[in-house]
């Protein structure tokens, strides 16, 4: 896998503590979207390979990895916990081919964002068709 540029990476090691976890991620997502697209990679990586659903941790960690090589600094690439739950469902939503990688776990406030999410797909899909 090839690094990602980074030089424009607005790391997640301070949250914010006054804005709900949905909040968090998509703020954060806003300002990177690369860390979907690194994670998208990885688990197309993982399903060409004949794997089967795992948790979103394997590729998670992998991606702090990844994104940590490609900082200008010393440092780690900073990426909450909490927006792994996030993570999971907008790759599963989204990317048709990736249906089903994941194992999900209980998160209440990422299920009720995806059935969001899921609902603004449709309505996308909907209108392109």
Same mark, same amino acid.
């Not at 979207?33 to 659903?53: F, I, S, T």
């Given at each position: 896998? %090839?690094?990602?540029?980074?030089?424009?990476? @607005?790391?997640?090691?301070?949250?914010? &503590?006054? +804005?709900?976890?949905?909040? *968090?991620?998509? /703020?954060?997502? $806003?300002?990177?979207?690369? +860390? !979907?697209?690194?994670? @998208?990679?990885?688990?197309?990586?993982?399903?060409?390979?004949?794997?089967?659903?795992?948790?979103? *941790?394997?590729? !998670?960690?992998?991606?702090?990895? &990844?994104?940590?090589? *490609?900082?200008?600094?010393?440092?780690?690439?900073?990426? %909450?916990?909490?927006? /792994?739950?996030?993570?999971?469902?907008?790759?599963?939503?989204? &990317?048709?081919?990736?249906?089903? @990688?994941?194992?999900?776990?209980?998160?209440?406030?990422?299920?009720?964002?995806? $059935?969001? !999410?899921?609902? /603004?797909?449709?309505? @996308?899909?909907?209108?392109?068709?």
């Amino acid at each position: 896998m %090839s690094h990602p540029q980074s030089n424009t990476v @607005v790391s997640d090691d301070q949250p914010d &503590e006054n +804005v709900s976890m949905t909040e *968090a991620f998509r /703020r954060f997502h $806003a300002k990177n979207p690369h +860390v !979907y697209d690194v994670l @998208v990679q990885l688990a197309r990586e993982w399903k060409a390979r004949g794997k089967g659903p795992t948790g979103i *941790a394997l590729f !998670y960690e992998r991606a702090r990895w &990844e994104l940590s090589l *490609a900082l200008d600094s010393d440092g780690m690439f900073g990426l %909450s916990q909490n927006h /792994r739950a996030f993570y999971a469902r907008a790759i599963m939503l989204k &990317e048709r081919d990736l249906a089903g @990688v994941f194992t999900l776990k209980a998160a209440p406030e990422a299920d009720a964002w995806a $059935a969001d !999410y899921a609902a /603004r797909l449709a309505g @996308v899909r909907r209108s392109a068709a």
